[in-house]
T-cell receptor, first 112, second 115 residues
Framework: EDKVVQSPLSLVVHEGDTVTLNCSYE??????LLWYKQEKKAPTFLFML????IEKKSGRLSSILDKKELFSILNITATQTGDSAVYLC????????????FGEGTQLTVNP | DTEVTQTPKHLVMGMTNKKSLKCEQH?????MYWYKQKAKKPPELMFV???????INESVPSRFSPECPNSSLLNLHLHALQPEDSALYLC??????????????FGSGTRLTVV
């Protein structure tokens, strides 16, 4: 059974801090790993990673995948209160169609 | 149009009621999904449709009945639900079953309460 473990489960920081969120996975026939940000309702797509060592970047957010060690990290620099959300990591296996297997998420709270 | 639209946003129903959730997308995506999300938990897959055909049913109880009338619409028919079925129901779409290049696009969900 595919498994995704995120850490920490909860994180409280001050504005301007840099945070690193972790996602480790066990999946048969890995195809891709996706990061989402979820505030009140719909998860919002952040990144999709398929290859090791290639950093994806969008503004203050960046992410990288290590397929040998089976983990990914999501970095957020110069955090803002608007970054407060649950960050979800999900994996897709080649044989699962497009089934997303999610981790439990990291609840990030950024205080002013 | 880069959105997945879900209606209604909120729904309260009794255990003997029949109701339907609706989901619509106009991005030309050929795969559509229903996920269920309980409070403080990640989304869990319920159903997958590919080219309007049911592709995956994650052993969901028959009181949930999906329907895909056309490539843009996905419905979830609800009947005789239990209070433990109260959750956020998320619809999502992707280009097709084996392509998620721009991620999956999720709708804002329907917050369902069963009383």
């Amino acid at each position: 059974e595919d498994k995704v473990v995120q850490s920490p489960l909860s994180l409280v920081v001050h504005e301007g801090d840099t945070v690193t969120l972790n996602c480790s996975y066990e999946v048969t026939n890995f195809r891709s790993l996706l990061w989402y940000k979820q505030e009140k309702k719909a998860p919002t797509f952040l990144f999709m990673l398929t290859s090791s060592g290639i950093e994806k970047k969008s503004g203050r957010l960046s992410s990288i995948l290590d397929k040998k060690e089976l983990f990914s990290i999501l970095n957020i620099t110069a955090t803002q209160t608007g970054d407060s959300a649950v960050y979800l990591c999900a994996v897709v296996a080649k044989t699962s169609g497009s089934r997303l297997t999610f981790g439990e998420g990291t609840q990030l709270t950024v205080n002013p | 149009d880069t959105e997945v639209t879900q209606t209604p946003k909120h729904l309260v129903m009794g255990m003997t009621n029949k109701k339907s959730l609706k989901c619509e997308q106009h991005m030309g995506h050929r795969a559509m999904y229903w996920y269920k999300q309980k409070a403080k938990k990640p989304p869990e897959l319920m159903f997958v449709y590919s080219y309007e055909k049911l592709s995956i049913n994650e052993s969901v109880p028959s009181r949930f009945s999906p329907e895909c009338p056309n490539s843009s619409l996905l419905n979830l028919h609800l009947h005789a639900l239990q209070p433990e079925d109260s959750a956020l129901y998320l619809c999502a779409s992707s280009q097709d079953l084996y392509r998620e290049d721009n991620g999956y696009t999720f709708g804002s969900g329907t917050r369902l309460t069963v009383v």
